[in-house]
């Protein structure tokens, strides 16, 4: 059985920083697309960075250059690094593993920006 559970999510003023950790079991996530998404009330669920099994990353737009997304295979635990957050990145986060044959997702960890 696959579980994904995030952590790491809060309450951070604008400008400041949050580690967001995705710990996997049921699968190896080295050898998955791993992603984060996010939620905000009212909107869509968007992709905001995703690692492939051969390390590449993507990313949203509006996080390059102040998120970096990454991969402890050793942990079998996948991170994003938040910098320079902003009121916009309110939301709840969500970790995703994907391949040919499965579609797995986490419950999501709230991010809140506020001052």
């Known amino acids: 059985q696959v579980q994904l559970v995030e952590s790491g999510g809060g309450l951070v003023q604008p400008g400041g920083s949050l580690r967001l950790s995705c710990a996997a079991s049921?699968?190896?996530?080295?050898?998955?697309?791993m992603g984060w998404y996010r939620q905000a009330p009212g909107k869509q669920r968007e992709l905001v960075a995703s690692?492939?099994?051969?390390?590449?990353?993507n990313y949203a737009d509006s996080v390059k250059g102040r998120f970096t997304i990454s991969r402890d295979n050793a942990k079998n635990t996948m991170y994003l690094q938040m910098n320079s957050l902003k009121p916009d990145d309110t939301a709840v986060y969500y970790c995703?593993?994907?391949?040919?044959?499965?579609?797995?997702w986490g419950q999501g960890t709230q991010v809140t920006v506020s001052s």
């Open positions: 049921g699968i190896i996530v080295s050898i998955y697309t």
């Open positions: 995703n593993a994907k391949n040919s044959v499965r579609n797995s």
């Open positions: 690692i492939t099994s051969g390390g590449n990353a």
